[in-house]
């Protein structure tokens, strides 16, 4: 079975930061560019970013550079987001995501979702 | 960034209705576009992608048409299990890709 396995919820304080894995069972994790979103409550989702799980190459969402971080360790086929310096407005669910088997860019595969509340 | 214009934002319907859903972008996307159902408490579930494609295992009373600017996601004969909020998305090369803002579809 093909599965997504996120990491548990987060509260922070602002300015504090937060590092969410996304574990991937069921298929070759190394054969995808894994993605990252977030969906604030009552919103669409938000594309956050792009990572290769080899060699580690990220691209970010504009409005996040500089304080989101997304790495890859092949050993475990795990990637992680790490976002620092936390406001209110990141207080969201949090998804990993594996674009279409099939070669298109939708996405077929996805986590159960991390919230990260972000609270003084 | 590539807009993506989601009507009705809420759409009020009953059990055996056909319905349909629409989506606009801000610019042509070709056929980059996916439809996603998401029920309360749970990750978007894939639909349509390539605006007209139904995933496997997705019922045939869900049907996606369009493409360029303007898209419509179709449910012929609306189920229980249908009542949910649905979201388009663009993946038109470049990067961000983008959603909607989503049509709840609820009991009238």
């Known amino acids: 079975q093909v599965h997504l396995v996120q990491s548990g919820a987060e509260v922070k304080r602002p300015g504090a930061s937060v590092k969410i894995s996304c574990t991937a069972t069921?298929?070759?994790?190394?054969?995808?560019?894994m993605h990252w979103l977030r969906q604030a409550p009552g919103q669409g989702p938000e594309w956050i970013g792009i990572?290769?799980?080899?060699?580690?190459?990220?691209t970010y969402a504009e409005k996040l550079q500089g304080r989101v971080t997304m790495t890859s360790d092949t050993s475990t086929s795990t990637i992680y987001m790490d976002l620092n310096n936390l406001r209110s407005e990141d207080t969201a669910m949090y998804y990993c995501a594996r674009p279409h088997r099939g070669g298109t860019n939708a996405f077929d595969v996805w986590g159960q979702g991390t919230m990260v509340t972000v609270s003084p | 960034d590539i807009q993506m214009t989601q009507t009705p934002s809420t759409l009020s319907a009953s059990v055996g209705d056909r319905v349909t859903l629409s989506c606009r972008a801000s610019?042509?996307?070709?056929?980059?576009l996916a439809w996603y159902q998401q029920r309360p408490g749970e990750a978007p579930k894939l639909l349509i992608y390539?605006?007209?494609t139904l995933e496997s295992g997705v019922p045939s009373r869900f049907s996606g048409s369009g493409s360029g600017t303007e898209f419509t996601l179709a449910i012929s004969s609306l189920q229980p299990d249908d009542f949910a909020t649905y979201y388009c998305?663009?993946?038109?090369?470049?990067?961000?890709?983008?959603f909607g803002q989503g049509t709840k579809v609820e009991f009238k």
């Open positions: 610019q042509s996307i070709g056929s980059r």
């Open positions: 990572i290769n799980p080899n060699g580690g190459k990220a």
């Open positions: 998305q663009q993946y038109n090369g470049y990067f961000p890709w983008t």
């Open positions: 390539q605006a007209t």
């Open positions: 069921g298929f070759t994790f190394t054969n995808f560019y």
